[in-house]
């Protein structure tokens, strides 16, 4: 499964909503680059917008949602709006699915309550459902969250293509065993490590695949590394410490930091998230932690870091990690893995 040839390597970057000056430079640089794709996440409004916007300036590169949080929003809204992305895109859009959190999802946007993993597997069937049969006519859909007849759908316009690939994201074990059972693709969260992604998830995830009568090769493995390429490692370190406070801080996270030694940072970091600023406790991550998540120093030490990667999956996203950084740092880190990795 894992791509050796070094120059055929698949990388994807990530867009943001930004004005439109800036959001079409960014994914015209990415595809003139031979980027082979581009996420945008969903972390505040819909990944959709910056998304449709690149498809219209871009010819070649993927687009993808990475992610779009399933449990906001009905299946039925998700399937057209990717089958909208895929028809805008020519057929270049891939859909990634995740669950979030709860503190995000019913904290924040009001759902109501849903066992993640469950919601996300309904979900995935649901969306499948709709995009090959809402131009037809659609069988009534029951499942544990989402119920419709469609009696009164009137046929939609055919969907360029009827089989839209799913990725879905996962953080642990439950999630990485669903993409090997029902998904097309694993996005790795950006919060594994190197060695959590090899020797925790990856035989979780083949042996789903397995389990389920499918070929792990047969489904892409998309990984996030994080990564701060920077000769000064105490400037990087430091750059990383608010995103590793703004993960770490997360309650429903407590069991995969305990599992990396961390739970006593997570709890202490728990208490800045819930008093509404993830900031002000950024200076109790331990440089350990950071170098645990981060690839951070040389740019030839971080290929280096990252490399073992290439064993487990058939494309990566390497992210900077962002978080409380100004503009002039999030361009420099992303400009730093661009020349690392694919410039």
Known sequence: MADKDTTSRRHWSIITPLPAPALVAIAQQAEARGLHGV??????GPPWIPL?????VTERMQLASGIAIAPVRSPFETAMAAIDLD??????????????????????FGTPKYKPVSHLRETVAAVRHIVRGAHKGLAPFEGEYYHADFKELQPSEAPLREEIPIWIAALRVALVRLAGEV?????GH?????EWALEQMRPEFEAAAAKAGRSSADIEVNLWPWAAPNPNEAEAIEDARPTMAFYGGVKQYESFFEAHGFLDVARALQQGVQNGDYRTVAHLVPDEMVRTFVAIGEPAKVRERIEPLWDFADSLCVVPPIYAL??????????????????
């Open 183 to 187: 998904g097309d693709g694993l996005i």
């Open 190 to 194: 950006p919060m594994w490590s190197i």
């Open 39 to 44: 996420f945008a996440p969903q972390v505040y």
């Open 52 to 56: 449709a916007a690149a498809a219209a």
């Open 87 to 108: 028809r805008i895109s020519s057929g270049r859009f891939v859909l990634g699915l995740g669950t979030s959190v709860h503190a995000w999802t019913q904290g924040v």
């Open 326 to 343: 100004p503009p002039e740092k999030i361009f420099y880190y992303s400009e730093m893995i661009a020349q690392t990795f694919y410039a």
